[in-house]
């Protein structure tokens, strides 16, 4: 089960299970739904984030060739004296190839963008594939969330090796928009609007080939209701989600939704 280029011509859906369910039993019904209803896809891949302690009897279970593990976080050093933390490593070696890295939720906890750096260089001399979120607490008509979020991509990436640039995901989830219902999510022609926004930033930082290759999901109270709205209209390469990745019915239908010949 290894990340194979090919999925960059595909949608790619993560399943950010946060703090839940409690148990193995819960996590592994969850779990078998979700392989069930992603083994009848053509276009799009499945990447789920359990918890850390559900990894390794998840990575022991049979995996379609379209679904993998991920973390939903992992350190900023390789290894040491830090009480509570998981490595990169660690988590590699478990079976995990994909990370999510700067989740809202963690910079609220006092993640910086500094911080946020040195995880995504220390996923990739892992060989994890970050899932670099961003996104600002609010909009405002001034445009001041532009930049906002242009300094994330800024100081998040800043140093990395062009290889490493080439191989990013950026998840954009505006903060404003997470945890709540599909009917206020972020509209598709402003996910659009931004989606154009972070390849031109990206491309003015980076280069235009790096931005190129760059893959944006949209997270944010995406839901079955909006799903394919935003396939449609939004610019995006899949999804980040939350709540709804923790309901069989509402997370197969985001699949289907995110099924599409790109
Ligand atoms: P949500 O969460 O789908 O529950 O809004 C998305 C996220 O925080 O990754």
Known sequence: MSY???????????????????????????FNAI???????????VIVCPPFTYLQPFSKLDF???????AQNVFGETKGAFTGEISAGMV?????????????????????????????????????????????????KDGNHLE?????IKECLTGLSKKDLVGIHIAYEPIWAIGKSYKEAMS?????????FIK?????????????????????????ENASEIVRLGNIDGFLVGHASLVPSQ????????????
């Open 200 to 224: 031109k930033s990206f491309g003015e930082l980076f280069g235009r080939d790096t931005a190129d290759s760059l893959r944006i999901l949209y997270g944010g109270s995406v839901e079955a």
């Open 92 to 140: 590699k070696n478990l079976g995990a190839n994909f990370s999510i890295v700067g989740h809202s939720e963690r910079r609220a906890m006092g993640e910086t963008n500094e911080i946020v750096r040195k995880k995504v260089q220390i996923a990739f001399n892992t060989n994890l594939m970050p899932i670099l979120c961003i996104g600002e607490k609010e909009r405002d």
């Open 188 to 196: 598709p022609t402003d996910i659009h609007e931004t989606v154009l």
């Open 4 to 30: 194979d280029i090919e999925m960059k011509k595909r949608n790619l859906v993560v399943a950010n299970w946060k703090m839940n369910p409690e148990s193995l039993e819960e996590a592994k019904k969850i």
């Open 64 to 70: 379609p060739k379209n679904v993998f593990l991920g």
């Open 35 to 45: 392989r069930n209803s992603a083994k009848g896809l053509k276009n799009a891949d």
């Open 148 to 152: 906002f979020i242009k300094n994330q």
């Open 251 to 262: 997370f197969s239908a985001i699949l289907k939704a995110a099924d599409i010949k790109k």
